[in-house]
């Protein structure tokens, strides 16, 4: 790794870290119920999210501080099925993820395998 | 209807939003009240969102954020041309699948 692209490397985390601080404060100012949603939310995410920076959380606070303001019930936000809200919500995340990562590997060594076959090596 | 409807959603929301997108220029909100306008009255507000977010990461709307009274700006969503390419897409697509499964239909009964 070379000076410059180490220096970015940190220069980034930190400006990571940053926006993770802002994310939380954002998050404790909201109103109790919605504060109560966004946690679950965040937690879940860290378990089964899509992995990648903070962007995520960033959009999702956005999401549910105009809620707060519009104050729209947390139902008519997230509907029924909050899994499938939030499934749907980390799918717009996975590019930069390891979950993406893998796959592309997955079809990588697959095509690899076909190629081989078809051309009886 | 019910969760079928959900389902069945799924894959032609984007057109849908993007069609309503293109009479004019508008935020989540007045998204999910249009649909539920026009009898979507499932559709949660965050669904439009993640798909807002999705189709912005996709290049096919503009977003100017405008700053609103209560809470933080409020993005607003306009259909740019690889949208509006998108969106022809998407009807010639919708119509193939329409006459296809009108034809089965009249088949099956």
């Known amino acids: 790794m070379d000076i410059t692209e180490l220096t970015s490397k940190v220069i980034g985390d930190m400006g990571n870290k940053r926006r993770w601080r802002d994310y939380k404060a954002r998050t404790k100012r909201l109103p109790d119920s919605y504060r109560t949603a966004v946690e679950a939310f965040e937690r879940y ?37 909050p899994v499938e809200f939030i499934e749907a919500f980390a799918r717009n995340y996975e590019e930069d993820s390891w979950k993406n990562r893998e796959r592309k590997r997955l079809a990588d060594t697959i095509g690899r395998a076909a190629e081989d076959q078809a051309t009886g090596s | 209807m019910g969760k079928q409807i959900t389902e069945i959603l799924k894959g032609t929301l984007e057109g ?3 069609a309503i997108l293109l009479t004019r220029p508008a935020y989540g909100y007045e998204i999910t009240a249009r649909l539920r306008e026009q009898g979507f009255t499932d ?60 034809q089965l239909h009249e088949g099956a009964e």
């Open chain 1, 45 to 81: 995410l860290m378990h089964l999210g899509p992995g990648g920076g903070p962007a995520i959380f960033e959009d999702l606070i956005d999401l549910f501080e105009q809620s707060a303001a519009d104050s729209t019930p947390i139902r008519a936000v997230v509907g029924e099925d």
């Open chain 2, 43 to 102: 559709i949660a507000e965050g669904t439009i969102y993640a798909l807002l977010v999705r189709i912005e990461k996709k290049g096919l709307v503009d977003v100017e954020k405008i700053p609103s009274e209560k809470g933080p700006p409020r993005k607003v969503y306009s259909v740019n041309i690889q949208g509006r390419e998108y969106l022809d897409e998407f009807w010639t697509t919708w119509s193939f699948l329409a006459d296809r499964l009108a």
């Open chain 2, 16 to 18: 849908i939003v993007l």
